[in-house]
């Protein structure tokens, strides 16, 4: 469960300060997937980042199972993004000196403790790359590096995942498998799924679509109800 | 909430992520290495040659002492003194008396006798360094008895006779069995008034010269178990024979071995600046490979890496930098102990006991990779400062941009803790390079003013060229234009490499300067041409006539340096007779024959402790 009350983020460019999010209030229920759409600069992806603990709010507060993450010390909120939060981003943000399956490996070697290496050679294999796990990001595909972040944002299993524009720099083919693989998460183990996106096919697929307009929610609709 | 402790990243993980990086920057990190291999290089040559060249002098100094201490007095000693240092020898420590005495011998043919130094010994235990040369060679044990002595030649050559005739010293008559050519402690035993001639002790007691009242010196000389604190037996000699002049054989070549500490720590500390400027350039290149690797430190950290977790990638990464090239140097320096004795041969008068200075290199190895730790702590710990959100864009707000820079200073506790760790450090470090706690309180403290002047100085040049180029922008061409505006934009490094630069001048103009001071000091107390052959007792009336003989000497070399001498006797000091004078290790009988010297001018070389000349 995500609740977001009266969010605002602003930040000083010179002298001028620029409003990027203006009184934010959203609740976002365990396994529901939200699609945030918006125009570019609308405020999108610093929602995201304010919702992901990436980021400080100005004014406001984000809850994420009851526990307020705005104003939590630095390690504690590591400890929350590492447990209970996936990422995929747009770019994949893969680290370029490890391989597939050590990038995979890796929030099991931060968070998880334990040997992962079983958990992580499966997931790569279930998105389909079993041959490329000793390869490095650089030796791979824009959308099996993609493939790699989800594997990387599965692996401990986390309850809610927050994705970043991710089939913005796939073809339509690698975007579809990629949303796929997003969906099966979602439905499979119940994770709450937020996905920022310009694409309105891709917010189809999603339970919910919250739209962004000058850092203001204009439209929050259930896909059901539309 | 899970509330157990989250687990952090061990350091097999961490170190394979560090070394996987290092992999991928070889050509940046490989100028880290050698700025540190330099440094290291620098600090273990000089210390290791150092080492290995004060190993030999001290070597060398036992030889001349043929002990490792000496305790001279003009008595026998007491009963009890006899008894507390049979307690010394039970606890490893050997001694060994030498006995130094004039006496008149004669050769049975020819009437006229002989002034000689004679000096008797235990050849069983004498030498305890160094070896007695004989002529024919042979061993002092086998050719020194209680009916035999060894003399010098120029004794033959004066009473006309040769090895295997007799001498009579005293009451008794020895056989010469052999030509002494060499005894190891010629220099500690005095000016010698006549040849000498060597005996036993038992022989000299046979002969009966030694009387109630007879002039004679006894050396007592001991030979430490190996390890053995010496300034600590030192001290309970001095306590054991208070009338003794206790000396050990540290002191045998005062003017060298000084000059050579006094050197060395000039040097040591040399290198370390050296090193710090290495360490400064480590520290931006580490900076730079940061600043690089932002986006990756922002992914680790919004995946859930804390920034101890970082830290440790970065901190293993440093400190294998500093390991790496630290060993390289390390081998370096090694490579120039070996080469300094090839360059200073002809200066050297020893040949050196190389050896693999553990201390040195050790030393040099901390040195490096201490510095370069420290230096790097800035960097490192900006990130702490990383934010995750940089994932997801860029360009991030910086919260210091809005803040005035006296806000921004008082806010940046952490950097200024880490200042002083950095000075405390390197304050420590050139502590133990100069064994001095003073010296390294003034090298923090200078060093700490000189980055601060340089610094400002550096800001300064920054900002006057932001002047002028608001004013001339126009008339510049775009290259010139842009190159000079690129040293003040934001993020660059220009004042730290300015800074670095001033740094390095400085450090070679200090050198040079110190070579100068440092040279001159040693020509005056260890030159080449310091005298080697002393006339003593010439008359004012015959000076001249001495003068002009030697002027007439080919061998003889440089001027020829008279020093007046007339031989007093000390009646009180401070009001106090000489008598009731307190002397500690001073034999008051030396008060009674003192040698009095005057001059214009303080001598070169003296400096006045207290009052004027």
Redesign the interface.
């Known amino acids: 469960m995500i609740e977001v009350r009266g969010l605002k983020k602003s ?3 010179g002298n001028r300060t620029i409003e990027i999010l203006k009184c934010i209030d959203l609740s976002i229920p365990a396994g529901q997937f939200v699609a945030i759409m918006g125009a570019s600069g609308s405020g999108k ?2 929602l ?2 304010l919702l ?1 603990g ?2 400080l709010p100005t004014e406001g507060s984000v809850f994420i ?3 307020e993450i705005s104003h939590l010390p ?2 504690k909120l ?7 939060l996936g ?1 995929v ?1 747009q770019s994949f ?6 391989t597939a399956l ?1 990038n995979v490996l ?2 099991h ?5 334990g040997d992962g290496r079983a958990t992580a050679s499966a997931l790569l294999r279930s998105v389909g790359l079993a041959d490329r796990l000793h390869h490095y990001p650089v030796q791979l595909s824009g959308g099996e590096q993609q493939r790699v972040a989800l594997a ?1 944002a599965f692996v401990l299993q986390p309850p809610i995942i927050f994705a ?1 524009e991710p089939t913005g720099n796939l073809d339509s083919e690698n975007g579809a498998h990629v949303l796929d693989l997003l969906l099966q998460r979602n439905r499979s183990s119940g994770a709450t799924l937020v996905l920022v996106t310009h694409d309105a096919q891709v917010s189809c697929h999603a339970d919910r679509r919250v739209v962004l307009r000058d850092g203001m929610i204009v439209e929050d609709t259930m896909q059901g109800a539309a | ?2 509330t157990d402790q ?2 952090s ?2 350091w097999a ?1 961490a170190a ?2 560090a070394w ?2 290092l ?2 920057s070889r050509a940046k990190f490989l100028f880290v290495i050698i700025s540190v291999a330099i440094g290291v290089a620098a600090l273990t040559g000089v210390r290791g040659f150092s080492d290995s060249f004060q190993k030999t002098l001290l070597g060398e100094a036992r030889t001349i002492m043929a002990a490792d201490l000496s305790a001279r007095m003009f008595r026998q000693p007491t009963q009890e003194e006899e008894q507390q240092l049979n307690v010394m020898g039970s606890h490893g420590i050997q001694r060994t008396q030498v006995t130094d005495t004039v006496s008149m011998v004669s050769s049975p043919g020819d009437p006229v006798p002989l002034l000689v130094s004679l000096k008797a010994v235990d050849p069983q235990r004498y030498p305890f360094y160094g070896t007695v040369d004989l002529q024919p060679a042979g061993d002092l044990r086998q050719v020194l008895t209680d009916s035999t002595v060894v003399v010098a030649e120029d004794l033959l050559i004066r009473l006309h006779t040769q090895v295997g005739a007799s001498l009579k010293i005293g009451d008794s008559t020895f056989r010469i069995t052999a030509v002494l050519v060499r005894e190891p402690d010629r220099m500690s035993s005095g000016m010698g008034l006549g040849p000498r001639v060597m005996m036993t002790q038992s022989a000299l007691e046979k002969s009966g010269l030694l009387q109630q009242g007879s002039r004679s010196g006894e050396r007592f000389l001991f030979k430490l178990p190996a390890n053995n604190n010496i300034a600590a037996v030192r001290s309970r000699l001095e306590q054991v024979l208070p009338d003794a002049q206790v000396t050990d054989f540290r002191e045998s070549n005062p003017a060298l071995t000084d000059g050579l500490k006094r050197s060395t720590g000039l040097l040591s500390l040399i290198c370390l600046v050296a090193m710090v400027l290495g360490a400064i350039g480590v520290a931006m290149a580490m900076r730079a490979h940061l600043q690089q690797r932002i ?2 430190l922002a ?11 970082i830290l440790r990638i970065y901190l293993f990464q440093t400190v294998l930098l500093g390991l790496v090239g630290g060993l390289i140097g390390v081998c370096m320096g090694l490579g120039v102990e070996w080469i300094f004795p090839s360059l200073l041969g002809k200066f050297l008068p020893l040949r050196l006991d190389l050896r693999l200075p553990w201390h040195s290199a050790l030393a040099g190895l901390g040195t490096g990779i201490l510095t370069t730790v420290l230096f790097c702590l800035p960097p490192l710990l900006q990130i ?1 400062s990383v ?3 940089l ?3 860029r360009m991030v ?1 910086e919260p210091s ?2 803040q005035s820079w006296w806000t921004r200073l008082r806010h940046s506790k952490a950097q200024w803790i880490i200042a002083i760790v950095i000075l405390l450090g390197l304050g420590a470090i050139a502590a133990a390079l100069s064994d001095s706690v003073v010296v390294g309180r003034w090298f923090a403290g200078a060093l700490c003013a000189l980055l601060v002047v340089i610094l400002g100085v550096s800001a300064l040049t920054l900002r006057l060229l932001r002047a002028f180029l608001s004013r001339t922008r126009i008339h510049l061409q775009s290259a010139v234009r842009h190159g000079l505006a690129n040293l003040y934009r934001p993020g660059n490094q220009s004042a730290a490499v300015l800074a670095a630069l001033g740094m390095g001048v400085m450090l070679i103009l200090t050198v040079f300067l110190m070579q100068h001071g440092v040279i001159g000091e040693m020509k005056l107390t260890a030159g080449p041409n310091l005298p080697n052959i002393f006339l003593v007792d010439i008359s004012s009336r015959e000076l001249d006539g001495v003068k002009k003989l030697l002027a007439q000497q080919p061998a003889v070399e440089g001027d020829v340096e008279t020093l007046p001498s007339v031989a007093g006797r000390i009646i009180s000091v401070d009001g106090t007779a000489a008598e009731g004078l307190k002397l500690k290790n001073y034999p008051k009988r030396l008060l009674q024959t003192v040698s009095l010297t005057w001059s214009a001018g303080l001598p070169v070389g003296s400096t006045m402790a207290q009052g004027t000349w």
Request: aromatic content about 2%.
């Open positions: 930040i000083r460019n992806s610093t995201l980042g992901a990436l980021d199972d009851g526990t630095e390690d590591a400890e929350v993004r590492g447990r209970k990422f981003f943000q893969l680290i370029p000196t490890l050590e890796l929030p070697e931060l968070n998880g403790g990387r970043d | 909430m899970r989250k687990p990243l061990t993980s394979k992520i996987r990086e992999q991928a986006e990756v992914i680790m950290k919004s995946i859930g890496a804390r920034s101890s977790d702490r934010r995750p959100n994932v997801l864009r707000e941009a809005q």
